[in-house]
Structures are given as structure tokens and as C-alpha cells.
């Protein structure tokens, strides 16, 4: 059973360019979840969807971050322009139903120089 | 809002010892309660889990939390720690909100070093 897949893994880019995440859910999960982890600031909950709709996304750090979940087995996150301190491994997760527990991609750890 | 307190922010152990990381959390109502272990370069996997039953959970690789209702506490425990157990740990809590939905909300992380 393949896991949560993100794509790329590494993403080095300079500030001002638009950067793009991907995540592909485990089949049959309902609820997806955007992290951020960096060592000043820990794991951050950024958006999360419920049957595709966003349900949360006071996480959401400014105006440049924006996810979409176009169908159940796909979601991006996107960072328009990037700036140097969006650099962080950006973490895609999915759960079955609401109160089990989720289970994370390899994440994609992104540079923005 | 619901918030998870891990105290123990950097754990460094010698092989052999026990191990306990505190875990406290802020919500009145129905809890889900988890740990998570991310290895060096990894993404997180989960550890162990508590829904409800005996506040006693055991976990893979040896270890075990026990849930305090009274004061909101879910410590992890390992009674003999391994060099493989170097690693970053999570406490997770699902709290139940209004509309059936289950937020999810992590510590800070504990980042343990066991030397060989």
C-alpha cells in the first residue's frame, strides 16, 4: 500500500519565484493536512482539507500561501512570490477518519536562496 | 484553543537508561492522544495511540505512554533506551470540535540523543 507522496523532495529556487508542493493522499483518506517544520518554529499546521474543502486554514502564514485540493487524490500548495524565510520542509499528511491518526509523506524540503 | 506542552525540549541519554518525556495537554473534552517519532532525515510515524480503555498504551519498539485524565498528561516511557532511539518525538492530540471534526495539534518535539 503505497503511502503519502510528495513530490519534489528537494527544491532549491531563488526569492520571487513561485514555488509549487505536491501531495498525493493515501486511497480512501478523507482529510489532508499541510505542515511546515523548521527548528525555530516547530511543526506548524498550515491548512487542512476535509473531503476536499478546506476546513482550517488559520495556519496559513500570508497572502502568498495558497493549497488547493482539486480531487481526493491530489492537493498543491503553492508560495507566490517565495522569500528566503518560507525555506522549511513543508510535510503533507492524510487520515481515514477524524480522530485516527495521520500518516505523513517524506516531505519536501525547500530553499529559497 | 486546544495546546500541547512537550517540557523536555532536548533529552540526551546513555544506551541502557530509562527514558520518560512529559506531555501535557490543554482541552476540556474528548481527546485522541498520540506519539509520534521522526529519525533523523524521516517523516513522522507513529509511535502509539490512546482512544480510550486502559490509560496504559503499549507501543512498537518498546514503547509505552500512560494517560492521566486528571492531569491531562500522556507521558512516554522506554524502560531501556537503544542508540536507535535517537530520534525527534511528537505528542499529538486529536480534539473533538463542534461539526464532528477532530483537530490535530503537536508539541513542540523532543529531540532525544542516546549515546552508544
Known amino acids: 500500500d503505497a503511502g503519502v507522496i510528495q513530490s519534489p523532495r528537494h527544491e532549491v529556487t531563488e526569492m520571487g519565484q513561485e514555488v509549487t508542493l505536491r501531495c498525493k493522499p493515501i486511497?480512501?483518506?478523507?482529510?489532508l493536512f499541510w505542515y511546515r517544520q523548521t527548528m525555530m518554529r516547530g511543526l506548524e499546521l498550515l491548512i487542512y482539507f476535509n473531503n476536499n474543502v478546506p476546513i482550517d486554514d488559520s495556519g496559513m502564514p500570508e497572502d502568498r500561501f495558497s493549497a488547493k485540493m482539486p480531487n481526493a487524490s491530489f492537493s498543491t500548495l503553492k508560495i507566490q512570490p517565495s522569500e528566503p524565510r518560507d525555506s522549511a520542509v513543508y510535510f503533507c499528511?492524510?487520515?481515514?477518519?477524524?480522530?485516527?491518526?495521520?500518516?505523513f509523506g517524506d516531505g519536501t524540503r525547500l530553499s529559497i536562496l | 484553543a486546544q495546546s500541547v506542552s512537550q517540557h523536555n525540549h532536548h533529552v540526551i541519554l546513555s544506551e541502557a537508561a530509562s527514558l520518560e518525556l512529559g506531555c501535557n495537554y490543554s482541552y476540556g473534552g474528548t481527546v485522541n492522544l498520540f506519539w509520534y517519532v521522526q529519525y533523523p532525515g524521516q517523516h513522522l510515524q507513529l509511535l502509539l495511540k490512546?482512544?480510550?480503555?486502559?490509560?496504559l498504551v503499549k507501543g512498537i519498539k518498546g514503547f509505552e505512554a500512560e494517560f492521566i485524565k486528571s492531569k491531562f498528561s500522556f507521558n512516554l516511557r522506554k524502560p531501556s533506551v537503544q542508540w536507535s532511539d535517537t530520534a525527534e518525538y511528537f505528542c499529538a492530540v486529536n480534539a473533538h470540535a463542534s461539526g464532528g471534526s477532530y483537530i490535530p495539534t503537536f508539541g513542540r518535539g523532543t529531540s532525544l540523543i542516546v549515546h552508544p
Open positions: 499528511a492524510s487520515r481515514n477518519k477524524a480522530n485516527q491518526p495521520q500518516h
Open positions: 490512546y482512544f480510550s480503555g486502559d490509560p
Open positions: 486511497s480512501g483518506h478523507n482529510s
